[in-house]
């Protein structure tokens, strides 16, 4: 089976832009979830989608935003970018919600200038 | 609240020497327990988890509910396990904790 996919791998944005994340699962898998990793902080949860739904959604601002399609593929938006959005997102899926394994994407590394 | 703890940033130790990276975690139920890893330039892929019992690349890991800790552990290292070790539990319908990590060193 192919592993989760992560597209683009890289972006390059300035403040105040917005910024679209995409992010396929592995095949059967309908559980998506999305993770800010920075040096400092870690991985931080963003939000979770199931079937289309949003199951969970971390501490983040407003700013941050996403979506899950039939085919279970995944959107992360960032609207109005800060510097200290700078991080690599990433994208883990599972077959189902709860206690299943996440599979991680190799991540989107994002820099804002 | 739940927590994982990580409390080493940095690990170095020499190749051949024993590895024990620390996790402890804060759950009031029965908690899931993973440890993942991340190489240079690779996607972050899971290790082993507490309910499998198994061994990957020598490394093993036990829950200890009454320390509450699941620590990481091979009794000698190689260079090639250098790499970002993250502990994780999973508490069921809410998302995946993490700890800050860990980054272990292993020096020829």
């Known amino acids: 089976k192919a592993g989760v996919t992560q597209t683009p791998r890289y972006l390059i944005k300035t403040r105040g832009q917005q910024v679209t994340l995409s992010c396929s699962p592995i095949?059967?898998?309908?559980?998506v979830s999305w993770y800010q990793q920075t040096p400092g902080q870690g991985l931080q949860f963003l939000f979770e989608?199931?079937?289309?739904?949003?199951?969970n959604k971390g501490n983040f601002p407003g700013r941050f935003s996403g979506r899950q399609f039939s085919n279970s593929r995944s959107e992360m938006n960032v609207s109005t970018l800060e510097l200290g959005d700078s991080a690599l997102y990433l994208c883990?899926?599972?077959?189902?919600?709860?206690?299943?394994?996440?599979?991680f994407g190799p991540g989107t590394r994002l820099t804002v200038l | 609240a739940q927590r994982v703890t990580q409390p080493e940033k940095l690990l170095s130790v020499f190749k051949g020497a024993p590895v024990e990276l620390k996790c402890n975690y804060s759950?009031?139920?029965?908690?899931?327990l993973f440890w993942y890893v991340q190489y240079s330039r690779q996607r972050l892929q899971l290790l082993l988890r507490?309910?499998s019992r198994e061994s990957i690349k020598g490394f093993t890991a036990d829950l200890n509910k009454g320390e509450t800790s699941f620590h990481l552990k091979k009794p000698f290292a190689q260079e090639e396990d250098s790499a970002m070790y993250y502990c994780?539990?999973?508490?069921?319908?809410?998302?995946?904790?993490f700890g800050k990590g860990t980054r272990l060193s292993v020096i020829a």
């Open positions: 883990a899926s599972s077959f189902q919600s709860g206690r299943d394994t996440q599979y």
């Open positions: 095949s059967g898998h309908r559980s």
């Open positions: 989608y199931f079937s289309e739904t949003q199951r």
């Open positions: 759950y009031s139920g029965s908690p899931e």
């Open positions: 507490h309910i």
């Open positions: 994780a539990l999973n508490p069921g319908n809410t998302p995946l904790v």
